[in-house]
């Protein structure tokens, strides 16, 4: 069974489309990077897909629940962290995971708060009032109160915005040890470079989906510039940055003695991503 | 078990949020007084000369005016402060996040319901203590409840009112039109100022839609002796009407989603 399965799922507020016709499938226990600008309809698609956007036409299947006419039992079975915090300031770290698990009946949650807390970092500063917290360990208390009742699907809403080098190290790290254990991760960023820590990503532009594919892939549709020194010689060349087409174009460069410089560069997925983006304007 | 642990959320929210507790319990109590201030101000001054026939000021019936004032204000405040927190809940995202995570929208009213409950109470003895007192009011223990009573139950019709209205609005700028909207009319046409009785049939109706009305019908009539439980009984049970009929739409016009 998929995680996740949209078929032409369409959203609008007035004027303003948020998506059009959007299909995709996402396959359990991988992490779905949800890739694009602001503005782009990221939100609206974790939205549709939690329960808490209706959509205009189209379907959204999540574990094979409807999340509108299914969202009680589909509630129990997901997780969501929202771009915001969404936390009670004046409650502290503990007391914030245990209000929002306490919407389901989890018999240990006591002993799960501590080593969630634990498990995120937070152990030391479990008892201090929230409002006290920094940005990143506001994310780390939100991402903790998402996973108490381990979900088997959990929805990340740019959870590393604003959240500096080493934490996001670390969230992906998470990340990763919850898609191994079978946990699906669907999550939304604007990061371009959070998309090659994704098994599979899709890229949005103004509501509309340019390309579903791995990051390798997308990496492949960019170029690389091949520069090398031959007989005193500088000399370069642009081919397709796919590994295939590197041999070959070394195959037809011959690297005899007569060669004493090679350099490679590669477009980052981000230069791939935004020439897609422009491209499609 | 969600509704308690909703209240238990809000209850211990209201005790720490010192500066919101404050506006709640003291604001009201600086109001009164300077209503005392207002009415004192409008009483006719004792003259030596004997006054022109058709020039006396007029006298004003405190007891009759003063009660119904202190009770709108109390009215005014639960409406708007819960009004706030709760469109604070949906502007911070943590009405969605209760939602998503599993809250059922009638258990995360019914907590505040509950979490007001015990502020609306304390609001209530403070503010009607204060009206007694600095009013001199000479009510007996029977007119004393139905007051207290009274008063209370305004005040949970507030908070029930405040619960609907913030079901429509998306951030706190919503509220502000709704405060004229609906707070103004009970005002001027539920017997605070003028005597509904004095007012053209169509305002007279108007009145009749507001909970104050009902509230009012009551506190105008407590000082008098013959005035009983039983004869208040219909407004009481008007008043508690609003109550549960407001919960009761509040819970229908709650969006889950966008």
Not at chain 1, 3 to 29: C, Q, Y
Not at chain 1, 165 to 173: G, Q
Not at chain 2, 6 to 22: P, S, Y
Request: glycine fraction near 8%; proline fraction near 6%; include cysteine.
């Amino acid at each position: 069974m998929l995680a996740v399965r949209i078929t032409s799922l369409s959203k609008s507020f007035g004027k303003n489309r948020a998506l059009h016709e959007v299909s995709l499938d996402v396959p359990p226990g991988s992490i779905y990077g949800l890739i694009g600008p602001n503005g782009s309809g990221k939100t609206t698609m974790i939205k549709s897909l939690v329960g808490a956007s209706k959509p205009d036409s189209g379907k959204a299947e999540v574990l094979g629940l409807d999340p509108l006419l299914q969202r009680w039992e589909l509630r129990k079975q997901i997780g969501y962290m929202p771009q915001v915090p969404a936390l009670y300031g004046d409650l502290s770290a503990r007391n914030n995971i245990l209000f929002f698990a306490s919407s389901r009946r989890i018999k240990d949650a006591e002993e799960r708060v501590t080593k969630i807390l634990s498990f995120t970092g937070l152990s030391d500063r479990a008892s201090d009032p929230v409002r006290t917290f920094s940005g990143g360990m506001q994310k780390r208390v939100s991402l903790a109160c998402a996973m108490i009742h381990e979900p088997r699907i959990l929805f990340l809403d740019e959870p590393t915005a604003a959240v500096d080098p080493e934490l996001k190290r670390k969230f992906w790290e998470l990340f990763r040890k919850l898609a191994d254990s079978g946990v699906t991760i669907f999550v939304s960023t604007h990061l371009m470079d959070e998309a090659m820590l994704c098994d599979r990503v899709t890229i949005l532009k103004d509501g509309e989906i340019l390309l579903v594919d791995t990051p390798q892939n997308i990496l492949a549709k960019g170029k690389m510039k091949i520069s090398f020194v031959r007989s005193g010689e500088k000399q370069s060349l642009m081919i397709p940055a796919s590994p295939e087409a590197l041999v070959i174009e070394l195959q037809k460069l011959g690297l005899g003695n007569s060669v004493s410089e090679l350099r490679f560069e590669s477009d980052s997925i981000e230069e791939v991503v935004l020439s897609m983006i422009q491209k499609s304007r | 078990m969600q509704t308690i642990v909703i209240a238990t959320r809000v209850i211990r929210q209201l005790k720490g949020d010192r500066r919101f507790l404050a506006l709640s319990l003291i604001a009201p109590l600086f109001i009164i007084y300077f209503l005392k201030l207002l009415f004192e101000g409008l009483q006719p001054e004792p003259s030596p000369m004997p006054a022109m026939p058709g020039m006396m000021r007029p006298v004003i019936p405190v007891g009759k005016f003063m009660m119904p004032a202190m009770a709108f204000i109390v009215h005014f405040l639960s409406f708007v402060l819960c009004t706030l927190l709760l469109v604070q809940e949906r502007t911070r995202g943590t009405l969605e996040r209760m939602l998503i995570t599993g809250f059922h929208k009638t258990a995360i009213i019914g907590g505040y319901t509950i979490g007001y409950f015990g502020l609306a109470t304390l609001q209530t003895l403070v503010v009607t203590a204060e009206a007694i007192w600095l009013f001199e009011a000479d009510f007996d223990f029977k007119s004393l409840t139905m007051l207290f009573l009274v008063v209370w139950i305004l005040s949970i019709v507030s908070v029930m009112l405040g619960i609907f209205i913030s079901t429509f609005a998306r951030h706190e700028g919503h509220v502000i039109p709704f405060i004229p909207m609906i707070l103004l009319p009970s005002v001027f046409l539920t017997g605070v100022i003028v005597d509904p009785d004095k007012l053209p049939g169509w305002a007279e109706f108007i009145g009749y839609l507001l909970p104050l009305r009902y509230a009012n019908n009551i506190i105008s009539r407590i000082g008098e002796a013959n005035f009983t439980f039983v004869d208040a009984l219909p407004d009481f049970v008007i008043l508690i009407g609003y109550a549960v009929g407001l919960l009761f739409i509040a819970s229908l016009t709650m969006k889950e989603t966008e």
